[in-house]
Each structure stands twice: as structure tokens, then as C-alpha cells.
């Protein structure tokens, strides 16, 4: 595999995950050699549905464990569980977002109170930056499919996570709210340096975003590479396909 962002800008290594494998009912959903994801980079995983690029974000935000394998954060061996302070670095957006009972202020002020930290100051600055500070007091879950997602990353990012992982974050959003939700994510990449992972159908969300992109197919990482190598110049011909808007499994 090419150089990516990280060895080019020196960051070092987040996660390193070697060896790692997922098995659900004897069916193995994830086999991953080998992948570092560099601090402060934005990393999209790219590639067909089923094909392990959900069950990765979970083992990486420490819901699951892996069959076997091993998998470090910040030189950590996490393979088994990850210490509390550690899992709270950590936390994902999902396509479909659970939001609780309540209003739009309560939910993205769950994992402050969750944490014992102040809530008002930064709910407030939350919502503005999500451009629903006149919705504080409504009930989430009459919001629309777009305010919600903005909800759930609302709530994310109001813990200032080192790490942020998005699974489909704006699938089958309208533009105005995909490009709002990319310019708070890009937003915080660039001033608070958080780690972005984003799992995505999308090729254009991918070269929008990322630094790097990774291809997975069937379980497997086929290539990362740098953004502009990985569509311009992919090693593998799968990835070539992909980049073509090719259906590949």
C-alpha cells in the first residue's frame, strides 16, 4: 500500500490494527491485515453494502470485540476493552440516529451529564453551530430526518471526542443539510484536530473530505491511498472500478 497523509505529514499513529478478524454465526464479515489511522487525519472507507465497513467502526469505537486480531489506540493494546477514559475519546454518529425522549437541548446535553460537565454554555454554543438554537425546547423526535442527524452530531461533538466516527452520516439527506454537516465536520478536523473516520457510499462525500480512502470489499481492505492517488491512479483494479462508478463486490 502507497503512502497516505499520515506518513507524509508525520502524524502519528491513532489506531493500529493488525491481523484483525470479525466473526458473526461462522461467518467471517471483516479481515483486515493491517491499518494505521494517523492522528488528526480524515480517513473515508469506502465500498459496497455488507462489506464489514460498519463492523469496523464498532470495533473501533470499542462497542465489540474482534474474533482475533489485535488492535491498539494511542499504543494501547484495546483488543479485549478499552479503559473508560479511553472509550470517551471515542464516539460515533450513525446513519439512523437514536435520539432520546425530550427536547433537542436535552439530547445533545446527555453525555456532558453523563461526564458531570457543564451544560448550558456549551449546549448553547452547540446549537448554533447546528443552526437549531431556536429549537432547543422542541421534542426531538417530531424533528425532521436532517435536524436529527444534525441532533446526533450535535451531541457528539459537544463532548469534544478525540475521535469521530461517522457511519453514513447524510445518506438520504437533502444538500443543504450533507453540506452543513461536512463543513462542521471539516470545521472540526481543522481546529480541534479530531480524527475523522467516515464510512460512506458516497465517492464525492469521500473526495470532499478525506485525506486518505480506503476501499473494503468483502471484508477486506483492497487499498488506501491518499485521496487525490486513490481515484486518480488506484494500484489495485477493483479500486479502479470503484472509482469509475463500477458495481463491484
Known sequence: MRLGIGEVLGMSSLYALEKLHKVYDGRAVLAVDTLQVREGEMLAL?????????????????????????????????????????????TTVFQRPLLLRGSVADNIAFGLRLRSAPVNGNVA???????????????????????????????????????????EPTANLDPYNVSLIEDIVREQNKTRGVTVIVVTHNVFQAKRLAHRVGLLLNGQLVEIAETAAFFDSPQDPRTAAFARGEMVY
Open 46 to 90: 469506502v465500498g459496497p453494502s455488507g462489506t464489514g465497513k460498519s463492523t469496523l467502526l464498532r470495533l473501533m469505537n470499542f462497542l465489540e470485540a474482534p474474533t482475533s486480531g489485535t488492535l491498539h489506540y494511542r499504543a494501547q493494546d484495546v483488543t479485549a476493552s478499552a479503559p473508560l477514559e479511553l472509550r470517551r475519546e471515542v
Open 125 to 167: 454554543h452547540m446549537l448554533r453551530r447546528v443552526g437549531l438554537a431556536n429549537m432547543a425546547a422542541a421534542p426531538a423526535r417530531k424533528l425532521s430526518g436532517g435536524e436529527m442527524q444534525r441532533v446526533a452530531l450535535a451531541r457528539a461533538l459537544v463532548i469534544e471526542p478525540r475521535v469521530l466516527l461517522l457511519d
